[in-house]
């Protein structure tokens, strides 16, 4: 059973960037398929971005596509959400999943492990 958690969330402007992590523990890293949600107050939680095994085929919310990059880092156990030309609407808890399926992933739903999330918020 793999165990997660996040780091890196912050106070950020508006325009501005920040970088996120999520440390893996207690299970083979490179056999899951890893993924960002986010929660706004008030709203439920949301697909943010996904990454496969390898590290070649990634997956982004419509919201964030071109903005912000998943990438993973196998040998390390860790898998970074860089997040670039970030607004307000992007301000909510951010929450690692981690998943055998790459289908399962993006549905909160049916995600199998979650970190406890770290706090992103973006001032005008």
């Given at each position: 059973?793999?165990?997660?958690?996040?780091?890196?969330?912050?106070?950020?402007?508006?325009?501005?960037?920040?970088?996120?992590?999520?440390?893996?523990?207690?299970?083979t890293f490179r056999r899951y398929v890893m993924g960002w949600f986010r929660q706004a107050p008030g709203k439920e939680r949301e697909f943010?971005?996904?990454?496969n095994w390898r590290g070649d085929s990634t997956l982004y919310a419509d919201s964030v596509k071109?903005?912000?990059?998943?990438s993973r880092d196998n040998a390390e156990g860790t898998v970074y959400l860089q997040m670039n030309s970030l607004r307000p609407e992007?301000?909510?808890?951010?929450?690692?999943?981690?998943?055998?399926?790459?289908?399962?992933?993006r549905?909160?739903?049916?995600v199998g492990y979650w970190g406890k999330g770290t706090l992103v918020t973006v001032s005008l």
């Open positions: 059973q793999v165990q997660l958690v996040e780091s890196g969330g912050g106070l950020v402007q508006a325009g501005g960037s920040l970088r996120i992590s999520c440390a893996a523990s207690g299970g943010v971005a996904a990454i071109g903005r912000f990059t998943i992007d301000t909510g808890i951010y929450y690692c999943a981690a998943d055998s399926s790459w289908l399962r992933i549905v909160q739903s049916q």
